[in-house]
């Protein structure tokens, strides 16, 4: 987020799609369920964002509350103050996938054998989907020591000791791919040689000063339109001195991924005579790609999507302070 402030002493008048794989939940993958797991309070990221998507498991529904755009505000009856808010939902043009990988071995050198092994079948199978090995990278996150409990037998009493067994490696694997059709396929290559830990997703856009050089020049553009509309009501805009302020942010899909529950239906021997024990329907706790909601601003880029995108958002601001009239 970054703020710039220009002071004119003239009147302004410049012018100015989850893969339909439904691989993995993209974004998600396991870092957003341990977040759950762990109770972490996950709230959704943005300045644009007024809604509260939160659900609690105690069966509360989530509270919703809309806040409209804020077009113009009157500080003092010499100060006007507009504002324009634009958002853009732009598609990916590359992915990075991260999977974890554990071992657990007696010996140290065992432990990093069978893990290396594992890590290069994964990869080298990956050279048939079109990944090259120069798209991979291997994280090293751990070496640590297993212990387990030994039980010591006295004339009156146990003891439990702590004793090393072993030892457990922790890698991680950075794989970068365009085509996220393949997303797929990644698991299945991935599952083959034992390795089913997806951490998240990562979508990569290339050219974000273009983005927001676009959202500017559509900001100003809508600016001078409610400037325009506004004189029709008869305000003379003879400013004495007039400020701008813009504001930038970025979302990315792992940021807007919501958590769900939603009741099985009960089994049909719950209704019947012959049930010897009544079962309570389970709840099965889910997540789904939840996008910044539309309703703060004054346009939209692409709104139409139908797989998560990294949504760029813009807002201009413009202080206008005029002669007493």
């Known amino acids: 987020m970054r703020t710039i402030t220009l002071i004119f002493v003239i009147f302004l008048t410049i012018n ?34 007024k809604i509260n998507y939160e659900n609690e498991y105690g069966g ?40 974890g990988v554990s071992q657990v071995s007696e010996k140290i050198e065992t432990c990093h054998e069978m893990i290396n092994g ?39 009493s146990k003891s439990y000791n702590e004793v090393p067994k072993g ?12 085509d996220q059709k393949i997303a797929e396929k990644l ?10 830990d997806i951490v998240k997703v990562d979508y990569i856009v290339n050219n974000n000063e273009a983005i927001y050089d676009s959202l500017r020049n559509i900001s100003i553009r809508l600016m001078n339109k409610k400037v325009k509309e506004f004189k ?4 003379k805009f003879e400013a004495l001195y007039q400020s701008v302020t813009e504001d930038i942010s970025s979302t990315y899909p792992l940021e807007r991924y919501s958590r769900y529950a939603a009741f099985n ?11 010897k024990y009544s079962q309570t329907p389970s709840r099965n706790v889910s997540l789904y790609y939840n996008k910044l909601p539309y309703n703060e601003f004054d346009m939209v880029v692409n709104p139409v999507v139908i797989d998560p995108v ?6 201009l601001k413009m202080k206008y302070v005029l002669k007493k009239q």
């Open 118 to 156: 594992r890590i290069m079948a994964f990869i080298n199978s990956l050279k048939a989907i079109g990944i090259n090995p120069d798209d991979t990278y291997i994280d090293f996150i751990s070496q640590v020591p297993v212990f387990e409990i030994e039980v010591e037998k006295k004339l009156f």
């Open 60 to 99: 509360k529904a989530a509270a919703l509350y809309y806040k409209y755009p804020t077009y113009t505000a009157i500080e003092k009856d010499t100060v006007i103050v507009l504002e324009t808010n634009v958002l853009m939902n732009v598609k990916a043009e590359s992915y990075m996938a991260i999977f």
């Open 265 to 275: 239906d009960p089994s049909i021997s719950v209704v019947t005579k012959s049930s």
């Open 310 to 315: 990294v949504q760029y958002a813009f807002k």
């Open 232 to 235: 029709k009501l008869g305000i």
């Open 16 to 49: 100015c799609q989850l893969s339909t794989i439904n691989c993995f939940g993209q974004a998600a993958g396991n870092w957003m369920i341990n977040q759950s797991n762990a109770d972490y309070k996950y709230s959704e990221k943005g300045s644009y964002d």
């Open 187 to 196: 698991l299945v290559e991935a599952a083959k040689n034992e390795i089913y």
């Open 167 to 178: 030892f457990e490696v922790k890698k991680n694997i950075h794989i970068k791919y365009k």
